[in-house]
């Protein structure tokens, strides 16, 4: 059933502490909807939601959703942490049930989506590509997997065309997102709790690849044999960040890997319809992660 966002008023999150699920709820604060959400803890993202007007329980329980919920949206995690509550939720009809993959399935599909995926470097590429955008004058859409430095939000309303995401490929759930340029970070052996191997990782990666269609771009190392395998005979043009990297770049924030997500985030201007003022981009510290994790 098509979900009609405009007729929503109280949405609840469960979960709503989780990194990326809570930028749709900050996304549904800006547009002018009742938020209300539960979590299993409290800490920093659930204090900031607060401090936007968010109404969020600590501890989490079906009883604690409000009887006027037009639409409950939660985290892929409760599947493993709280399977019962997760089988209550899927199982009562009166309410409209969407994933945090599924609501941005929807938020994707009326933008000229960027979305960043990758093992490792997802955040800061994002965090980067986003503050190329806003100092372009963009005015992009952005939901990344941290606090940014200064707004300390995960979420920048725009009023664009362009909407920035991180994409996770945990469970597949970066296949819900419709890109119209893809950027690949990297490709290592990961979340293996839920893939097989590499291999099934690469198939999952080779899935959204495929997504991105003829008239879109995919920016990637081609150097990474992973990569390559995923972006054999694509639709979309493939851009190698790899023609972007330059070793004596100097960053505000250090090391090669930050390194490599500036040349992706460069490259991301190869496509043409964004403008980016690429030339000597000297990137500050944007998320309370990318010093440490990059």
Do not use: W
Request: proline share 4%; glycine share 8%.
């Amino acid at each position: 059933m098509e979900l009609d966002l405009s007729k929503i008023k109280n949405v609840h999150f469960i979960g709503i502490g989780g990194i990326g699920i809570s930028a749709i709820a900050r996304m549904m604060l800006h547009d002018g909807k009742n938020v209300t959400g539960q979590d299993m803890q409290d800490g920093e993202v659930v204090q900031e939601l607060k401090k936007v007007g968010a109404d969020i329980t600590i501890g989490q329980s079906y009883e604690n959703i409000p009887k006027d919920t037009d639409l409950i949206v939660y985290t892929i995690a409760i599947d493993t942490y709280d399977p019962e509550l997760a089988k209550k939720i899927k199982e009562q009809t009166k309410i409209p049930v969407r994933s945090y993959p599924q609501m941005l399935d929807i938020i994707s599909r009326d933008k000229y989506t960027i979305a960043v995926s990758g093992t490792h470097g997802k955040t800061t590429t994002t965090a980067m590509i986003a503050q190329i955008l806003c100092d372009a004058g963009n005015d992009p859409t952005v939901i990344v997997g941290s606090l940014l430095i200064g707004s300390r939000s995960n979420f920048i309303a725009g009023k664009s065309k362009y909407l920035v995401v991180e994409a996770c490929e945990y469970r597949r759930s970066f296949l819900n997102i419709n890109p119209k340029i893809l950027v690949i970070t990297n490709i290592d052996a990961d979340h293996l709790d839920y893939y097989k191997d590499i291999e099934d990782i690469k198939s999952a990666f080779r899935e959204l690849a495929f997504k991105v269609p003829a008239d879109g771009f995919i920016v990637c190392s081609l150097d990474d044999e992973n990569i390559s395998d995923v972006v054999k005979d694509v639709k979309a043009k493939v851009v190698n960040y790899e023609d972007y990297f330059n070793k004596d770049q100097k960053l505000k924030i250090p090391g090669v890997h930050n390194k490599k997500d500036a040349a992706a985030a460069s490259a991301v201007d190869e496509p043409g319809p964004v403008t980016f003022p690429i030339t000597g981009y000297n990137f500050g510290s944007l998320t309370k992660r990318s010093v440490q994790f990059g």
